[in-house]
């Protein structure tokens, strides 16, 4: 064999080797651009095997979850929302209720504060937007409870375990939230499961928590 069909030859095998190796990407991505939300652009990074709903589908289970009231305002006021579950049999009910999902779930949401929200939208108020941990006492275990900051939002990351009621298992919650520059939208990425699965799938809720970033309007 001549030196030009050897390197052909070799030029074949190093290749067959890189696309060998080129397999489906690790990550899906979450992002909102600036337009009808209130503020910048929010991102993140999600495993590629865990299931994306699509927001017509949040929007229609909340609306029928809330049934007016309070927390039909808080829908009514969600510019932008991402929803995704881990289990191989991916329900919205595993995201948004009250029962504690056995495989990780992800939540995220941009919703403006109304005026009169605006007032009480203190650190604590960021860290109680699930569970009211602030006056939980001895019911809560703090796993992290941390001020975060990106360009002039202003936030709290908060990871605490607890037991959403008697018989059902521990739950950990990793919950990052943001008060925008203005005071007038709230950034919120919530990532939680059973304490167990948290425990097993902690390198891969790292990877989307770590990944949240949010870059207000008029901030590099």
Same mark, same amino acid.
């Given at each position: ?5 050897? +390197? ?27 337009? %009808? ?8 990074? #999600? ?14 289970? @909340?609306?029928?979850?809330? /049934? /007016? ?28 209720? =009250? ?5 990780? #779930?992800?939540?995220?949401?941009? +919703? ?10 203190? =650190? ?6 699930? #569970? ?34 008697? /018989?059902?298992? @521990? ?18 990425? #919530?990532? =939680?499961?059973? %304490? ?9 809720? @790292?990877?989307?928590? %770590?990944?949240?970033?949010?870059? @207000?309007a008029g901030h590099g």
């Amino acid at each position: 064999m001549s030196g030009l069909p050897r +390197r052909r030859a070799a030029l074949a095998g190093v290749a067959a080797l890189v696309l060998a190796g080129c397999g489906a990407p690790e990550f899906q991505y979450a992002a909102e651009q600036p337009g %009808s939300v209130p503020a910048g652009t929010v991102y993140f990074k #999600v495993p590629q095997g865990w299931t994306q709903f699509p927001a017509a589908s949040i929007a229609a289970a @909340e609306k029928q979850w809330s /049934g /007016g009231g309070d927390p039909g305002l808080i829908v009514s006021a969600t510019a932008w929302q991402e929803a995704y579950d881990a289990a191989a049999d991916p329900s919205l009910d595993h995201v948004l209720g =009250r029962t504690t999902p056995d495989h990780p #779930v992800v939540y995220a949401s941009l +919703r403006s504060l109304y005026t009169e929200e605006q007032a009480g939208a203190t =650190r604590d108020a960021l860290r109680d937007m699930l #569970v009211p941990v602030s006056t939980a006492g001895s019911g809560v275990t703090i796993r992290t409870d941390q001020d975060v900051a990106q360009g002039g939002a202003q936030g709290v990351h908060l990871v605490f375990s607890y037991a959403p009621s008697p /018989g059902q298992p @521990e739950e950990t919650i990793d919950q990052t939230a943001y008060l925008s520059d203005g005071t007038d939208a709230v950034y919120l990425l #919530v990532v =939680r499961c059973t %304490s167990t699965c948290y425990d097993q799938n902690q390198d891969a809720i @790292e990877a989307v928590t %770590s990944s949240y970033t949010i870059q @207000e309007a008029g901030h590099g």
